[in-house]
């Protein structure tokens, strides 16, 4: 595998990527059409790795070496294996696999970190659907060692093995999932989510009991509330819109506390509030 990867979106999933890809020796190009967004996250990865650094997790030069080999750009370009990572939105998905499928080389593998949305339909977009996969990274990227590998209807055995092949270059474990609305990790996460988030409607308990009583009864590392304002509460929301609409199963109805949240702009801890107060 040439070292040499394109990943679009400068988000949260994207700076994560673009941060274990280049610590792995990868050259990595980071792309978003917003310079400040570029900006944000270079010295996020900056942060993160200097964390990681003080725990120890990674040598200080290591640290630096990374940092050099990431670059910025507003477009892609051609690259072994191209990463979307932008938001949980089809139609902006579809017009970046298109211009992925123009820029990245004949040869590139293209991959998609959607953490719901079917890998056919973003295939269908581009020239070469044998070539395109899925893979769901975890949040946070740095710190969560699993994959999510998708097989698109077409997707070859050989970009499969490519993916995989990454992933274990990165020091992550990769599971299949077959190509259904969710996948596995977001087919049984979100409704989970979601009852959580009615229970608060109903008064049934508050997000500190019911997140306290998944913690502590149930073992669980961080209650379904607080999980939903880390992953960001339109994210669950566009997750369980694209799990009821591609199902047609009405249990994965999105609460509609879930849809007021986001409409007042309580997404979680990218705005300070969310079921909890950040």
Wanted: charged share 20%.
């Amino acid at each position: 595998m040439s070292d040499a990867i394109c990943v679009v979106g400068a988000g949260q999933m994207g700076s994560g990527i673009a941060q274990v890809a280049a610590v792995a020796g990868f050259d990595v190009t980071l792309v978003d059409v917003e310079p400040k967004q570029l900006a944000r996250a270079m010295s996020g990865i900056e942060a993160s790795l200097a964390k990681l650094v003080e725990k120890g997790k990674v040598d200080a030069d290591d640290a630096g070496a990374a940092l050099g080999r990431i670059a910025t750009a507003a477009e892609p370009g051609p690259a072994a294996i191209a990463i979307e990572a932008a938001t949980e939105d089809i139609d902006l998905k579809l017009r970046i696999f298109a211009g992925l499928d123009r820029a990245a080389g004949d040869g590139a593998v293209l991959a998609s970190n959607t953490s719901s949305i079917p890998i056919t339909r973003l295939a269908a977009a581009t020239s070469r659907p044998d070539r395109v996969v899925g893979m769901h990274f975890m949040n946070p990227v740095p710190l969560m060692p699993l994959v999510e590998l998708i097989r698109g209807h077409e997707t070859s055995s050989a970009s499969m093995e490519t993916a995989a092949d990454l992933c274990a270059r990165l020091g992550k474990t990769s599971v299949e999932a077959a190509d259904y609305p969710g996948f596995i990790a977001n087919r049984v996460l979100m409704p989970m989510i979601n009852e959580a988030i009615f229970a608060v409607k109903e008064g049934v308990g508050t997000p500190e009991a019911i997140d306290t009583v998944m913690k502590l009864g149930m073992n669980h590392p961080m209650g379904p509330l607080a999980l939903a304002d880390l992953i960001g509460l339109d994210t669950c929301l566009s997750i369980l819109e694209v799990l009821h609409d591609g199902l047609g199963d009405p249990k994965y109805r999105p609460c509609p506390l879930l849809r007021k949240y986001v409409a007042a702009g309580w997404l979680g801890r990218k705005t300070k509030r969310g079921f909890h107060a950040y």
